[in-house]
């Protein structure tokens, strides 16, 4: 059985997008097109965005099945729009690596950017606390030169420009938390209240224990040029869900080397499903 069965390669997530009328949205720096998949109508757009870590296929996953649940049964009053796959390359690069039996770590857009810190609020340089120093080269050499300089995230910009986003998901892994804004500044953002209670909402619809932790409030450093804040800064009541636990296993050194398996249980359906049943409700704009 291969490492990844039970995930959607690059095809499949083609296929699955296609079938519930995915249009394209931009491409990538390798030219490889991204697409939306739009359900429902309405004035105001909840946003589901997955794979913007390459590795992290487990949140590609829900992002498919809360579009394939919503497409069954769209909201009345709203748009959702999903991007399944942000960072394309990427994806189909790990999909290469894994058929290739190739253990490789990837964060980052084929020009070395990390996409999750390309984004305006808090964009390089925002790292604060005690390894601010040392943190902030690093991270200031992947946010990208400018916030939006990376094609994947311009297109994200593009796809939500104009229109009313006031609920948002943004899912990677792993670690079973429930990350709440700002990240890049300790405050917590102006309807936290709000937000808490619903990210409260999805904890308890989930069988697993997820941990809600304000961002922010990280003790050694605040990472800038999240999608988490400028989906915040739009007005959206955001969270960023990390997924799952992971598929390390004690007992089974094969699973301590493979990157993959870091990130993503051997068999996600169980979780997958639980996540969709649990972030179905905020995503389609239950109070
Ligand atoms: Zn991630």
Redesign the pocket.
């Given at each position: 059985m291969s490492v990844a069965a039970g995930y959607s390669d690059p095809a499949r997530v083609a296929a699955r997008a296609q079938a519930l009328g995915a249009t394209p949205i931009g491409r990538s720096v390798h030219g490889r097109e991204l697409v939306a998949i739009s359900i429902g109508a309405g004035e105001r757009v909840s946003l589901v965005l997955g794979g913007?870590?390459p590795i992290?296929w487990i949140?590609v996953e829900v992002a498919l099945g809360l579009a394939e649940r919503l497409a069954a049964a769209p909201p009345a009053d709203r748009r959702v729009l999903i991007v399944p796959v942000i960072n394309v390359d990427g994806h189909a690069a790990i999909s290469r690596d894994l058929t290739a039996g190739a253990r490789r770590y990837r964060r980052t857009n084929q020009r070395g950017v990390d996409l999750?810190r390309n984004f305006p609020l808090g964009h390089a340089g925002a790292v604060t606390g005690p390894l601010a120093g040392p943190l902030a080269r690093l991270v200031e050499r992947r946010a990208g030169a400018a916030p939006w300089s990376e094609p994947e995230t311009a297109a994200v910009a593009t796809l939500v420009a104009g229109k009313a986003v006031d609920r948002a998901v943004a899912l990677?892994?792993f670690g079973r938390m429930i990350l709440l804004p700002w990240a890049h500044r300790g405050a917590t953002s102006p309807r936290h209240a709000e937000l808490l209670a619903h990210a409260r909402a999805v904890a308890a619809a989930l069988p697993a224990r997820y941990r809600i932790l304000h961002t922010g409030r990280w003790p050694l450093f605040r990472p800038g040029g999240l999608e988490l804040d400028w989906l915040t800064s739009l007005g959206a009541l955001a969270m960023l869900v990390?997924c799952g636990r992971g598929g390390l296993e004690a007992r089974r050194p094969s699973t301590w080397i493979q990157p993959f398996r870091w990130y993503n249980p051997a068999q996600p359906g169980t979780e997958v499903d639980a996540l969709v049943h649990a972030l179905e409700p905020f995503v389609r704009g239950e109070p």
């Open positions: 913007i870590h992290e949140g999750n990677h892994a990390e």
